[in-house]
Structure formats: structure tokens, C-alpha cells
């Protein structure tokens, strides 16, 4: 057996590995963060005016375990890139408990973040335990896409999104293959688990050249709706830390405002994931025409302020609401439309296209897929320059 022959299948066990390890803790982690949601549901008016107070904690503990895992997907993304970047296995149950206690108390955050997070983190643990001769950027994409995979059960999607979100414009395609194993290891271990894969089939209709025009209007408005999530972002975390340059300070008063935010305005229909948005536009309810921007300022709000949890799923539902509104305006039918959206503004907002053509295909099924294919593709070309991951890289 050659040297080469040798490292395809310790990569084809240390990825098999991963996916296990993932799905694991994917599993435990999303189990217990859909109860924590039923509870904030249920205890509303109780547990959102301590926001400002569970924001104390999140601060503290990352101040006194946490420093060296604070920079968060700053890390990932380096790892991933080919820096010299260590990911402390701290980053496990710092992040998962954080993230729990920000949703517990009503914070308008996702969990996508944290999974990539967990699965780059658990990727270097094992890379240190009996794989050291493989590259850490290697490892960190099938991480990624373990993670990625384990929570959402996505596989194509995460194998994508872990070799094209890294460096906009450059495909990682020598991890694909590796990336893949990891990714359907950790989905199906996490289904067989119990871990419930969100699917909604779409029963698309038949194409009409009068579609032309208004598909075109939508990637246009989806692009520029990701565009806008992700410059808020940036300009939300730079003022709010010039502002408050001291993290307690900056969460504490930025927590009070955000409680406040959260009670008064439609009582916690903006806190969490964002699912109940996506449910409510796929279904063609009520969908207000606001719903989608304040989810967007809310979560960009919380995010700057601190407070744990990731962007994807927030995106999710943005994008689904401002589907189900622009379907309304356009006279379109609100369930394709919406579930356009649901792909399209995250593709803009992270600047990918394959990884949300196929988040496409894998929640909806093929019946979207051609309209997915041009509308996602031109709301990725209009947005360019902003992105909701500060370390990535752009090669044009």
C-alpha cells in the first residue's frame, strides 16, 4: 500500500469518525434547544425581562474560561484557510451552553453558527488524537460540514457550504469527497437519534415566460435583503463596541433595550430561531409586511450585543417572510416564492451559491430547483462585498 492510498483512508476514517462524533453532539445540542424554545414560549413574559441579566453571564463566562475561543467563526475561518489557528475543545461546552441560555431568555439568535463552531472544534480534538499528519484545514472543512450536517441534515448543502464559504470565488474540491462522508455520517447519525429534519415539499408551478420579469425582481430584492442583513451586522457589532467598549456594559444596556424590544413588539413572535416565520409564510398565514425586517434588526442587534447563537436560521426566516410578502405584491403563488426566499437571502448574505441551491433541493425537493437555479444565482452576483462572516476571503 502506497503512502497515498494510506492517507485517502485515514482521511476516510477520521471523516467517518467526525460525522459520528458530530451527530453526536449536534443531537444533544439541537434536542435540548428545541425544548429550551417550548419553555421561552410558554414562560415568555417571565424569562425575557432578564435578557440584559443572561447576557452578564454569557459575557463572564466567555471572559473567564473563554478568551482564546472568543473570536468564535474568526477561528473556523482561519483554521479552514490554512492559518496556524488552534481551536480549543473549551469552544464545546462554552458554546453550546451559552447558546442555550441566550435563547432560554429570548434572544433573537440562530444555531447554525454554533454548529460549524462545534464540529470545526470536536475536528481539531480528534485531529490531536491519533491524526496528527493530516492538514488542519482539511479537517476543519469536514468539520464544518459535520457540524453543519449533524443539526440541520442538509449533507450536500453543508459539504458545500464547508468548501466554498472559506474563500468566495475557490472551491475546496479536493475536501469534497471527505467532506461528504463526514456530512452523511453525522445527518444520519443524528436521525437515527431522533433529531427532526425540518422538509417542506414544494409543489411548484408549471414555469410561465410572464414569470420572467418577476423572478427577476425577486433575486434582485432577496439579494439585496442578504446584502443589507450582513452590512447591518458589521455596522451593528463596530458601533455598539466603540460605543460600549466594555463587553458587560455593552450587553447589559444593549439586554434591557432588547427585552424591552422583544416585549412590546408582537410578544416574542421575533425571539429565537425564526421558525415560527418560516412556518407561517410557507403555510400562506399571516405574514406582516414588517415581519421580516424586524427580525432582521433584532437579530443583528442581539448578535452585536453578545449574546450566542448563529445567523442561518434567523436568514432562514428572513428570507421566507420577505418571500411570502413579495409574492403578495408580484402576485405569485406565496409557497415557492417563499421558499425562495428562505434559500436566496442566505446565499446572499454568506456568499455562496451551491450550498443554497441545495439547501433547495434537500428541504424542498427537486420541484424548486428551476426556479431556485437563476433566482439564486442572481442574488448571489448582487451581493459581492458584505458577508456575515467577517475572516472571509474574497478572490476577485
Given at each position: 500500500?502506497?503512502?497515498?492510498?494510506?492517507?485517502?483512508?485515514?482521511?476516510?476514517?477520521?471523516?467517518?469518525?467526525?460525522?459520528?462524533?458530530?451527530?453526536?453532539?449536534?443531537?444533544?445540542?439541537?434536542?435540548?434547544?428545541?425544548?429550551?424554545?417550548?419553555?421561552?414560549?410558554?414562560?415568555?413574559?417571565?424569562?425575557?425581562?432578564?435578557?440584559?441579566?443572561?447576557?452578564?453571564?454569557?459575557?463572564?463566562?466567555?471572559?473567564?474560561?473563554?478568551?482564546?475561543?472568543?473570536?468564535?467563526?474568526?477561528?473556523?475561518?482561519?483554521?479552514?484557510?490554512?492559518?496556524?489557528?488552534?481551536?480549543?475543545?473549551?469552544?464545546?461546552?462554552?458554546?453550546?451552553?451559552?447558546?442555550?441560555?441566550?435563547?432560554?431568555?429570548?434572544?433573537?439568535?440562530?444555531?447554525?453558527?454554533?454548529?460549524?463552531?462545534?464540529?470545526?472544534?470536536?475536528?481539531?480534538?480528534?485531529?490531536?488524537?491519533?491524526?496528527?499528519?493530516?492538514?488542519?484545514?482539511?479537517?476543519?472543512?469536514?468539520?464544518?460540514?459535520?457540524?453543519?450536517?449533524?443539526?440541520?441534515?442538509?449533507?450536500?448543502?453543508?459539504?458545500?457550504?464547508?468548501?466554498?464559504?472559506?474563500?468566495?470565488?475557490?472551491?475546496?474540491?479536493?475536501?469534497?469527497?471527505?467532506?461528504?462522508?463526514?456530512?452523511?455520517?453525522?445527518?444520519?447519525?443524528?436521525?437515527?437519534?431522533?433529531?427532526?429534519?425540518?422538509?417542506h415539499a414544494i409543489s411548484a408551478p408549471p414555469f410561465q415566460l410572464t414569470y420572467g420579469f418577476k423572478l427577476l425582481l425577486l433575486a434582485l430584492c432577496f439579494g439585496i435583503v442578504g446584502n443589507f442583513f450582513a452590512w447591518f451586522l458589521a455596522q451593528s457589532k463596530r458601533y455598539s463596541t466603540r460605543w460600549f467598549p466594555n463587553p458587560y456594559i455593552k450587553i447589559a444596556i444593549m439586554g434591557v433595550g432588547l427585552s424591552v424590544l422583544l416585549l412590546l413588539v408582537q410578544q416574542g413572535r421575533y425571539s429565537g430561531?425564526?421558525?415560527?416565520?418560516?412556518?407561517?409564510?410557507?403555510?400562506?398565514?399571516?405574514?406582516?409586511?414588517?415581519?421580516?425586517?424586524?427580525?432582521?434588526?433584532?437579530?443583528?442587534?442581539?448578535?452585536?450585543?453578545?449574546?450566542?447563537?448563529?445567523?442561518?436560521?434567523?436568514?432562514?426566516?428572513?428570507?421566507?417572510?420577505?418571500?411570502?410578502?413579495?409574492?403578495?405584491?408580484?402576485?405569485?403563488?406565496?409557497?415557492?416564492?417563499?421558499?425562495?426566499?428562505?434559500?436566496?437571502?442566505?446565499?446572499?448574505?454568506?456568499?455562496?451559491?451551491?450550498?443554497?441551491?441545495?439547501?433547495?433541493?434537500?428541504?424542498?425537493?427537486?420541484?424548486?430547483?428551476?426556479?431556485?437555479?437563476?433566482?439564486?444565482?442572481?442574488?448571489?452576483?448582487?451581493?459581492?462585498?458584505?458577508?456575515?462572516?467577517?475572516?472571509?476571503?474574497?478572490?476577485?
Open positions: 500500500m502506497t503512502s497515498k492510498d494510506k492517507q485517502i483512508l485515514q482521511l476516510l476514517l477520521f471523516s467517518v469518525l467526525m460525522g459520528l462524533l458530530a451527530g453526536l453532539v449536534t443531537t444533544f445540542f439541537g434536542k435540548i434547544l428545541l425544548e429550551i424554545g417550548q419553555v421561552r414560549s410558554e414562560y415568555f413574559d417571565y424569562l425575557v425581562p432578564f435578557l440584559a441579566l443572561a447576557g452578564l453571564v454569557v459575557v463572564f463566562v466567555y471572559q473567564k474560561w473563554g478568551r482564546e475561543v472568543q473570536a468564535g467563526m474568526g477561528l473556523v475561518f482561519k483554521a479552514g484557510q490554512g492559518e496556524d489557528s488552534h481551536i480549543s475543545p473549551v469552544l464545546v461546552p462554552l458554546i453550546i451552553c451559552t447558546t442555550w441560555l441566550s435563547h432560554l431568555f429570548g434572544a433573537s439568535v440562530g444555531r447554525e453558527g454554533v454548529a460549524v463552531q462545534l464540529g470545526a472544534s470536536l475536528s481539531h480534538w480528534l485531529q490531536k488524537h491519533g491524526f496528527s499528519d493530516l492538514s488542519k484545514d482539511m479537517v476543519t472543512k469536514m468539520g464544518m460540514a459535520a457540524g453543519f450536517a449533524g443539526l440541520f441534515q442538509t449533507p450536500l448543502a453543508a459539504s458545500f457550504f464547508a468548501i466554498e464559504v472559506l474563500i468566495v470565488g475557490q472551491y475546496a474540491w479536493n475536501s469534497l469527497v471527505y467532506c461528504l462522508v463526514a456530512a452523511f455520517t453525522a445527518s444520519t447519525t443524528s436521525h437515527l437519534l431522533g433529531l427532526e429534519k425540518f422538509a430561531l425564526g421558525t415560527n416565520l418560516i412556518d407561517v409564510s410557507l403555510a400562506g398565514e399571516q405574514v406582516f409586511a414588517y415581519d421580516w425586517l424586524l427580525k432582521l434588526l433584532l437579530t443583528c442587534l442581539c448578535l452585536a450585543a453578545g449574546f450566542q447563537g448563529g445567523e442561518v436560521t434567523p436568514l432562514f426566516a428572513i428570507g421566507a417572510s420577505s418571500g411570502a410578502l413579495l409574492a403578495g405584491i408580484l402576485g405569485l403563488p406565496i409557497e415557492p416564492v417563499a421558499a425562495l426566499g428562505y434559500c436566496a437571502v442566505f446565499g446572499s448574505a454568506t456568499n455562496t451559491l451551491l450550498a443554497p441551491i441545495l439547501i433547495g433541493y434537500e428541504v424542498f425537493g427537486w420541484n424548486i430547483i428551476p426556479y431556485a437555479i437563476p433566482v439564486l444565482a442572481l442574488a448571489y452576483l448582487v451581493n459581492r462585498k458584505q458577508t456575515i462572516y467577517g475572516q472571509q476571503i474574497r478572490k476577485f
